[in-house]
């Protein structure tokens, strides 16, 4: 289980922690999860090990599939609520490089 204190110490590590958890309980593999979303597995790696984060409309795709393979509505509310936050805690620190949090392919 994801320990709830992470949340306050590493967003985006956290966020990075919940949706790797739901996505191999409720899809299986991170090709299939890249897919359902329309991405390429690498970004669902980078992702998952917490080096980018999914941008607006990519990030409602995640939710999308998640809910469709039967993530609940909590799950759903605190993948979303640590997604908002690592956004935020990104944006309040310098990039180590410019451009878009998407991985290039």
Request: avoid cysteine.
């Given at each position: 289980m994801i320990d709830a204190m992470s949340s306050h110490l590493r967003p985006q590590s956290y966020f990075a922690d919940r949706l790797k958890e739901l996505r191999q309980r409720l899809i299986g593999k991170q090709l299939c999860l890249s897919c359902a979303v329309g991405c390429t597995d690498a970004a669902v790696s980078f992702w998952e090990s917490g080096k980018r984060l999914p941008q607006?409309?990519?990030f409602s795709r995640i939710l999308d599939a998640l809910a469709q393979?039967?993530?609940s509505a909590t799950e759903?509310?605190?993948l979303h609520h640590s997604w908002q936050k690592a956004r935020v805690t990104r944006s309040t620190r310098p990039t180590e490089r410019g451009g878009s949090d998407e991985p290039t392919t």
């Open positions: 607006q409309g990519t393979v039967g993530a759903l509310s605190h």
